[in-house]
């Protein structure tokens, strides 16, 4: 069964203060691995999307790498804004599987 | 451009009513989706759609039924809600995957 773990469930740190979340899969092949951002009564907002082991994503202070059993999603140097549940999702290499297996997600909080 | 439009954005249902979710996206995308979201839950996959006329299950059907008649609309009918329909329910859409999906604000639905 296509399965997708995240942790931590929580995670609090400084403004300024790096660090990662991580995103465990497995599935029987992946077609894609995408990082979504949600803020409280929103919506999810996509981030980034990650095809292949070794590769990597940038976007302002956010890096999403991928290998064959995880994802990661490090964050340098955040500031408050950056608060949010981060969410991964897999799309399994399967003939008509048109679905995201979704992981529960982290939820990041900066104080300043 | 407004992406996917969800309505309502709330709604407090009596067990046993019946009741649609509207979605509609101006983005001229096939594929469109309903996902349900519970607390510390991952997004699970309600039904989809690849295409007006063609729709098909997803993970949790059970109680929930959908139609596509066009390309911009896909709503979600319950039918006889239950309180376990109590949930956060989400609309998305996308091009063919693997590609991002967009995702609505979402329709916080209590059932008393």
Same mark, same amino acid.
């Given at each position: 069964?296509d399965?997708v773990? $995240?942790s931590p469930? /929580?995670l609090r740190? $400084? ?9 465990s ?5 992946l ?7 949600q803020d409280?009564?929103?919506?999810p907002?996509?981030l980034f999307?990650l095809?292949? /082991?070794g590769?990597?994503k940038?976007k302002?202070?956010?890096k999403?790498?991928?290998?064959k ?11 408050p804004?950056?608060? /949010?549940t981060?969410?991964c999702a897999?799309?399994p290499?399967i $003939?008509?599987a048109?679905?995201l297996v979704f ?6 909080t900066?104080?300043? | 451009?407004a ?7 709330f #709604? ?13 996206? +101006?983005?001229n995308?096939?594929y469109?989706y309903?996902? *349900?979201?519970d607390?510390g839950m !991952?997004l699970k996959?309600?039904y989809?759609?690849? !295409?007006?006329?063609i729709t +098909?299950?997803g993970?949790v059907?059970? !109680?929930?039924?959908?139609? #596509?008649?066009t390309?911009?609309d896909?709503?979600? *009918?319950?039918?006889? %809600? ?7 329910y989400f609309c %998305?859409s996308?091009?063919s995957p693997?590609?991002e %999906?967009?995702? !609505?604000?979402?329709?916080r639905?209590?059932?008393?």
């Open positions: 069964e399965q773990t $995240q469930e /929580a740190l $400084q403004e300024g203060e790096s660090s990662s979340l991580n995103c899969y497995t599935v029987s092949g077609r894609g691995l995408f990082w979504y951002r409280p009564g929103k919506g907002e996509f999307t095809y292949s /082991a590769e990597e940038e302002e202070r956010l999403a790498t991928l290998t059993k995880e994802s990661f999603l490090h964050i340098t140097a955040p500031k804004e950056d608060s /949010a981060y969410l897999v799309q290499l $003939q008509g048109q679905k992981g529960q997600g982290t939820r990041l900066i104080n300043p | 451009n992406g996917v439009t969800q309505t309502p954005k #709604r407090i249902l009596k067990i046993g009513q019946s009741m649609t979710l509207q979605c509609t996206q +101006d983005m995308h096939n469109m309903w996902y *349900r979201q607390p !991952g996959l309600i989809y759609s690849v !295409g007006a006329g +098909d299950k993970e059907p059970n !109680g929930y039924n959908v139609s #596509r008649s390309t911009e896909f709503p979600l *009918r319950l039918e006889l %809600a239950a309180p376990s329909q109590t949930s956060v %998305a996308s091009y693997p590609t %999906a967009f995702f !609505g604000q979402g329709t639905l209590t059932v008393v």
